[in-house]
């Protein structure tokens, strides 16, 4: 099966702009949607990005999900960071097999 | 709205059997084109997709822990379970049970909402 590489951590200060990486090993990124899903400490996993780019309802539009074909990877951007956001991101994706990838999760600093 | 519920003990001794049940607070199960689903999270580390039981009965394991889980839906359909063998103290871990959503070819794509979890302590 295939492998999510996410970097281990990401820090960035208050108002700006972070990206997350999540890179497939093998497959095309496109032939099955990437979620990303976001833990505070104490806290169960929610979803802030499905199908690749989708926001459920209820997760700001600061939240932000991409895929690039030309690196095989997803990513989730967080625009205007608040101290809130500061939490591990994990991208998760499956095979048509029903078998299902985490990532390794990324701890988000906000600095 | 949808809420699940782990339950089970605490700590367990390494070469036992862990044992959890995730109670559906809605007739869901059986009912609905949907998954059932347990993940965990050991201390320190990501995320890891355990077993998950399609609403036919159909079983999916991760290759790394199929020789020693098994899921399964209660009679009841109100409880899907979960029994993890010959456990270690790589198996502690927070567990989380999900319920799993499809996509549009069937897969199982993704999981909402998730129980708040319950920490298993493997040690002797």
């Known amino acids: 099966n295939f492998m999510l590489t996410q970097p281990h951590s990401v820090s960035e200060s208050p108002g700006k702009t972070v990206t997350i990486s999540c890179s497939r090993s093998s497959g095309s990124i496109d032939s099955t949607f990437v979620q990303w899903y976001q833990q505070r400490p104490g806290s169960s996993p929610i979803t802030v990005i499905y199908?690749?780019?989708?926001?459920p309802s209820g997760v700001p539009d600061r939240f932000s999900g991409s895929i690039d074909r030309s690196s095989n990877s997803a990513s989730l951007s967080i625009s205007g960071l608040q101290t809130e956001d500061e939490a591990d991101y994990f991208c998760q994706s499956y095979d048509r097999s029903n078998h299902v990838v985490f990532g390794g999760g990324t701890r988000l600093t906000v600095l | 709205q949808l809420q699940l519920q782990e339950s089970g003990p605490g700590l367990v001794k390494p070469s036992e059997t862990l044992s959890l049940t995730c109670t559906v607070s809605e007739d869901t199960i059986g009912t609905t084109d949907s998954f059932w689903a347990w993940i965990r999270r050991p201390p320190g580390k990501g995320l890891e997709w355990i077993a998950s039981?399609?609403?036919?009965?159909?079983?999916y394991y991760n290759p790394s822990l199929e020789s020693r889980v098994t899921i399964s839906v209660d009679t009841s359909k109100t409880h899907f379970s979960l029994r993890l063998n010959s456990v270690t103290a790589a198996d502690t871990a927070v567990y989380y049970c999900?319920?799993?959503?499809?996509?549009?070819?069937?897969?199982?794509?993704?999981?909402?909402?998730w129980g708040q979890g319950t920490l298993v302590t493997v040690s002797s």
């Open positions: 199908e690749d780019d989708q926001r």
């Open positions: 999900a319920r799993g959503l499809i996509e549009i070819f069937g897969a199982l794509m993704r999981f909402d909402p």
């Open positions: 039981i399609s609403f036919t009965g159909s079983t």
